[in-house]
């Protein structure tokens, strides 16, 4: 099992008041599963996967990523984790204005030491893989929306992760442009690459080979399409 | 270090792009900096001159000299009651010379007050006479043209007068004075040379600008009486100081029979303190100037911490997602510390420059006047170089660091979501 969480548990305390945002989750994730996890605003989704990325730890249960159990790393051992097995695809891009497209595909491999020579040309053959060979050298403010999350992608990738997490990776796309991205996650999958990607649009989550629904911080659905 | 090179194209970028929109805050901080370096340029400078022109003047009466004169004994000594006046004689100095190796130079110095005339112009002064020797020691230098006294003046006691240049001045005015005659006690008197100026701040019986000097053996021969009022001897080295002096004192002890460590039974004026408190003096002033540049310098430095806080919560998404992205905390901070030394860094330029260009202007202006002379000019050396550099570089890595360390203590999860 490549992903595996046990009676996960996650409370954030603002003052006296205390949220529980996951009761008690249990999921497991197997290597080349095609996963959407689906709810509302609110249900718990987004906390499921800042825990499932590394970006947080729970209050309680068990998390094993790639057999290495997950709590109780301190931050720098978690950003390795991150670098080494996550590969995040957001909602805004998230990539840094100033850095061109090239550059931004390179921090995952800046971060985790690849020199130079080596971390151009694997960040090269990232951006062709997404057909922007001819737009390595622009800014994201010269690149369309489309190709922005291209970029995302190929950045997401380019440390060949465990899992690519999307968190609502068409939401701020048109429709063609959505379909694009989420036509590139198919061949992905279709290439072996484990996706998990979080929404709370259903007619999305149907592409996907799993569908996880998400309540009220409790797993309530788990289905997997007929092969 | 492959991760800080790769970075620091990006953080000129990321520099240039904060300078797109905190335009006035960035110009107004650089600045700032570039003030405070300024400040600390031109005041350690101001320090270096003043450190130089009191170490001239401290070298106005003579390097390590050493000047003895007459005393008393304070101790019974073989026999002999305390209280009893020790003299310096005609013969002594030969004796000195022949006794003590540790002695490189000694003259003699006989003085009286005598009315000096050129023509109908007459100036009351301390006639002084010396050996050749005594010009060196005392750092008197002629003017050019001139020259000061020699063994052959002395040899044939000849009637040559070498003046101080105030006097000089006094007695003839701005004319050329070497060749010209003067009378001193009725005698026809040619002068050799004039002194150079310089800076005097030790003395004894005024300032060397204000006397004659002529040589030693005519000033016996016009005045008979006249008894050794001092000698002024330069050890060797100044190594050999020490041993110098306690030779001086044995040996005279032994002539006149008194106790060689009763140092009141001659007096001597060991110069040497007198330079190493100036030296003191000098680098606790420059101390001192130091501290209060480096205290602007730190404000300046207060200005970018201010800004790097200001960006570091501009940035809070960019370094959610480089967090996501696997960036270790060293790899969060390391852009900001070099955007805040960048600033300094620029800061520092401006401000070095413009002290250098200040300071140039300052040497090239005609200041005139004692003040000045002491005051002197700001000098500038490596060693505050040095020392402008290592502050700019503290207080911009600590203006980067605090920031920075802020930056990366974000929660990612949190930061993610930032608007």
């Not at chain 1, 990539?95 to 130079?116: D, I």
């Not at chain 2, 004692?370 to 000098?379: I, M, N, V």
Request: aromatic share 6%.
């Amino acid at each position: 099992m490549m992903i595996e969480m046990q009676g996960i548990r996650k409370v954030y305390s603002t003052g006296r008041v205390e949220v529980e945002a996951l009761k008690s989750v249990d999921l497991d994730i197997d290597r080349n599963e095609f996963v959407a996890i689906v709810g509302p605003s609110g249900s718990g989704k987004s906390t499921l996967m800042n825990l499932l990325g590394c970006l947080d730890t729970p209050t309680s249960g068990l998390y094993r990523l790639s057999g290495e159990t997950v709590g109780g790393l301190d931050r720098n051992r978690l950003a390795e984790i991150r670098n080494r097995h996550v590969g995040f695809v957001f909602q805004n891009f998230n990539l840094l204005p100033y850095a061109t497209a090239l550059e931004n595909v390179e921090l995952p491999l800046l971060f985790g030491g690849v020199p130079t020579k080596e971390r151009r040309e694997r960040a090269k053959a990232m951006l062709a893989k997404v057909d922007l060979a001819d737009r390595m050298d622009h800014k994201p403010t010269e690149l369309s929306g489309g190709q922005m999350q291209r970029v995302a992608v190929a950045r997401a990738l380019v440390n060949r992760p465990t899992m690519i997490l999307a968190d609502e990776p068409t939401g701020n796309l048109d429709t063609s442009s959505g379909k694009g991205i989420v036509g590139l996650f198919q061949e992905l999958h279709a290439g072996g690459q484990t996706v998990v990607m979080i929404t709370h649009d259903m007619a999305l989550a149907r592409i996907a080979s799993r569908i996880v629904q998400i309540r009220d911080g409790e797993i309530v659905d788990d289905q997997r399409a007929a092969a | 270090m492959r991760f800080a090179v790769a970075e620091l194209a990006l953080v000129w970028r990321l520099f240039r792009a904060d300078l797109g929109h905190q335009t006035k805050r960035i110009v107004l901080t650089v600045l700032a900096i570039a003030w405070g370096t300024l400040s600390i340029v031109l005041l350690l400078s101001f320090g270096e001159g003043l450190k130089r022109s009191l170490g001239q003047g401290a070298r106005g009466l003579g390097e390590h000299v050493a000047i003895v004169w007459p005393g008393a004994t304070t101790r019974a000594w073989m026999g002999l009651p305390s209280g009893r006046p020790i003299p310096i004689k005609e013969e002594d100095p030969a004796l000195l010379r022949s006794r003590i190796p540790e002695i490189g130079l000694l003259s003699v110095e006989y003085a009286k007050y005598t009315s000096i005339a050129v023509g109908t112009k007459s100036i009351n002064t301390r006639l002084r006479g010396v050996d050749p020797e005594f010009g060196e020691m005392r750092n008197i230098h002629p003017q050019l043209g001139g020259r000061f006294l020699n063994a052959r003046d002395v040899a044939e006691k000849r009637r040559v007068v070498f003046l101080g240049e105030e006097l000089a001045r006094d007695l003839f005015g701005a004319e050329d004075v070497v060749g010209r005659t003067l009378q001193i006690n009725q005698s026809v008197f040619l002068v050799v040379g004039v002194a150079e100026k310089k800076i005097q701040m030790g003395m004894y019986n005024g300032p060397d600008r204000n006397q004659p000097s002529i040589p030693s053996s005519t000033f016996k021969s016009m005045f008979t009486d006249a008894k050794i009022e001092n000698l002024v001897y330069r050890p060797v080295s100044l190594d050999l100081a020490d041993m110098a002096k306690a030779e001086l004192y044995r040996v005279m002890g032994a002539k006149y029979h008194f106790d060689p460590e009763d140092t009141r039974s001659l007096g001597i004026w060991d110069t040497r303190e007198m330079q190493r408190i100036n030296d003191n003096i000098g680098l606790g002033i420059q101390i001192f100037l130091g501290i209060i540049g480096g205290l602007t310098l730190f404000v300046g430095g207060m200005g970018v911490a201010n800004i790097m806080y200001a960006v570091v919560k501009e940035r809070t998404r960019e370094i959610g997602v480089k967090m996501a992205l696997g960036a270790k905390e060293r790899q969060v901070m390391t852009p900001f510390i070099l955007e805040a030394l960048l600033m300094t860094v620029l800061g520092g330029l401006v401000g070095t420059c413009v002290s250098l260009g200040l300071i140039a202007i300052i040497a090239a202006l005609p200041l005139k006047g004692e003040a000045f002379d002491l005051l002197g000019r700001p000098t500038f050396s490596p060693a505050i170089a040095a020392a402008t550099a290592t502050i700019l570089g503290t207080i911009g890595s600590l203006a980067g660091f605090f920031p920075a360390k802020h930056a990366s203590s974000v929660n990612p999860a949190v930061s993610l979501r930032y608007e």
